[in-house]
């Protein structure tokens, strides 16, 4: 039987959305093939080693029932004095935003010797990394929005010399964060001012990105891989600006588009998938324009994964139910060696 870990909480701002993902995943998961050890994570960093209900977790209430816990090479130990290290053959990583998605937990995967869930280090930063995402989109000739890049501690160009180079309305994010926290779309001077003040809170490493917002609407597609590359089905957002202000927007799934516009968007995927040297899974974001043109917006290395989350959802319609989903993401990730994809 296959000893798998399940990494779940982190310190991101998204430690909420991991814990309803890792809950819908360990009910979805075929328990009869792994020896499941979870593995949760607080929000100042404390890694702990917990057997209570999936129902606390998800309630937020694990943390009490926990033993802290340490890595070891090729497992975790719990630190209750009995010195005894369980051994892992693979780690599921249930982590959105910082420290999730961004490499680090990946290379301390690396280093423990342990196979896991996912793109590798490089992959995982350089998709974290918006503005590294879009000079590598520019030399793989991917489709994106134009952009400047700004950064903390530095000389900016001036909203009216980005104006020059930018027509309104602009999209202001975090260059390195897994969510919609700190992204805003702005019309004018007084909201770009704010937008940049939250974006810079929410990012981890002092830089942020304008973009020029894409008229039309997001898809998104699900795609999974190692060397041979599977592109799921492609799915809507309905009002994705509310997306932006943190009201939440409707998911259809397959997407509203024609089939020349569907191909071509999961061509898309797949190219921006390979651009990135992705292995695992990733969901691929892109907008459609009224011209029918496909551009790229974001990539997300470990999208939310609840029974009804994008990913999932896209890959249902594909014809992969969530419970072999998970079989084949741990399959994907056991042919790997480590260190490379």
Not at 117 to 133: F, L, P, R, T
Not at 224 to 244: H, L
Not at 269 to 287: E, I, L, P, Q, S
Request: hydrophobic share 40%; charged share 25%; aromatic share 8%.
């Amino acid at each position: 039987m296959l000893k798998l870990g399940v990494v779940f909480g982190g310190q991101s701002s998204e430690y909420s959305v991991s814990l309803h993902s890792v809950a819908s995943f360990l009910r979805q998961i075929h328990n009869e093939k792994y020896d499941i050890t979870m593995i949760g994570i607080d929000q100042n960093g404390q890694f702990y080693v917990y057997d209570g209900s999936i129902d606390d977790i998800e309630h937020d209430h694990w943390i009490p029932q926990a033993t802290k816990a340490a890595w070891v090479h090729k497992g975790i130990m719990a630190l209750d004095g009995k010195n005894t290290v369980k051994e892992l053959d693979c780690v599921f990583p249930v982590l959105h935003g910082k420290n999730g998605e961004d490499g680090c937990v990946q290379g301390l995967l690396e280093l423990m010797n342990i196979h896991y869930v996912g793109c590798d280090v490089m992959s995982s930063a350089i998709s974290m990394d918006k503005e590294i995402m879009h000079i590598l989109c520019d030399e793989a000739n991917i489709p994106c929005a134009d952009y400047v890049c700004l950064k903390a501690n530095e000389e900016n160009p001036s909203f009216e010399m980005i104006q020059e180079k930018i027509s309104l309305p602009w999209i202001v994010k975090p260059c390195n964060a897994g969510s919609s926290y700190g992204v805003h779309k702005v019309e004018n001077k007084e909201e770009f001012e704010e937008a940049c003040k939250d974006a810079f809170f929410y990012d981890g490493r002092g830089k942020i990105l304008v973009e020029k917002a894409i008229e039309g609407f997001e898809i998104g597609c699900a795609v999974m891989g190692n060397e041979e590359v599977f592109t799921g089905s492609c799915d809507e957002i309905q009002n994705f600006e509310g997306k932006y202000e943190m009201k939440g927007a409707e998911i259809i799934c397959p997407a509203r588009i024609d089939e020349e516009t569907f191909a071509k968007a999961k061509a898309l995927a797949a190219k921006t998938y390979k651009a990135m040297n992705c292995c695992g899974m990733a969901r691929v974001d892109m907008f459609v324009t009224p011209q029918k043109e496909v551009i790229l917006n974001e990539l997300n290395t470990i999208p939310g994964f609840t029974a009804t989350s994008r990913y999932p959802s896209m890959m249902k319609e594909a014809g992969i139910e969530f419970s072999d989903l998970i079989d084949k993401l741990i399959d994907l990730a056991m042919q790997r060696t480590i260190s490379a994809c």
